[in-house]
């Protein structure tokens, strides 16, 4: 029986990664760096999951000569990037720059509705959701969710299936009972480790991936039904 949805964020519940590569760059900028994100180097940089950990990724492969000793200035450095860049992304958000993807929230107010609990399960860190979510939902948009798990809650990135473990832990429900919703192949590998069946909706930074096991890989949730959840979920086996 269908209990409950759980959503990632980043690009599922909207098409973010544009201004979150912009952001990227913004704060490259301020800090008087040389670095510039394309898109086809952010497609490559979005294989690893997490905005701090794009960072350094980046980092050591502009600086492979890094030292140990120079780790905790490196941190530091990275820390006031990624604020940056999360200031910027919020004050796009607020000017409304971003919005909800096709049928996410029809969804949302759907399951709703029928009594079907909400949680979230995500990479990004808590201020990006609150910025995604408030303006839709409102000043209680919190209360919408019975578990929200994000990367400061779950710091053990996606494919881990981390976030989804603590998130199925807080509803206290099987895997079966739920279902997950993501757009990128380390969503699906996480949800699907936690023993989630999985509607995915790629976006054109991850339209390219690999999508097995998926129990629907769809272009958005536009006309996308809770009865449709249920009857898809049918013949779906999914190891707990």
């Not at 008087?32 to 701090?52: C, F, N």
């Not at 909400?118 to 000043?139: D, E, H, K, Q």
Request: proline letters at 5%.
């Amino acid at each position: 029986m269908l209990q409950a949805l759980i959503f990632d964020v980043d690009g599922t519940l909207a098409d973010t990664e544009r201004v979150h590569r912009e952001a990227f760059n913004h704060a490259f900028a301020e800090e008087g760096l040389d670095w510039h994100w394309d898109e086809p180097t952010y497609i490559r940089l979005l294989e690893v999951s997490g905005g701090k950990e794009r960072l350094r990724r980046w980092w050591m492969q502009q600086r492979p000569d890094t030292r140990e000793l120079d780790a905790g200035a490196v941190q530091q450095t990275l820390d006031r990037l990624h604020d940056i860049k999360t200031a910027y992304y919020e004050s796009a958000v607020l000017d409304g720059r971003v919005s909800l993807r096709p049928g996410v929230l029809e969804l949302i107010e759907q399951a709703a509705s029928e009594g079907l609990r909400l949680a979230i399960a995500t990479t990004t860190s808590p201020v990006n959701i609150a910025a995604l979510l408030r303006p839709v939902m409102g000043p209680d948009w919190r209360l919408r969710f019975d578990a929200i798990g994000d990367g400061s809650s779950s710091p053990v990135k996606k494919p881990h299936p981390q976030v989804y473990q603590q998130v199925l832990g807080d509803l206290a429900l099987p895997a079966s009972a739920c279902v997950a919703f993501e757009d990128s192949r380390n969503g699906l590998l996480a949800a699907r480790a936690a023993g989630l069946a999985t509607v995915i909706t790629p976006t054109a930074f991850t339209a390219h991936h690999r999508f097995d096991g998926a129990l629907r890989v769809l272009p958005d949730l536009d006309g996308v039904t809770v009865d449709d959840l249920r009857h898809w979920r049918l013949p779906q086996r999914v190891a707990a």
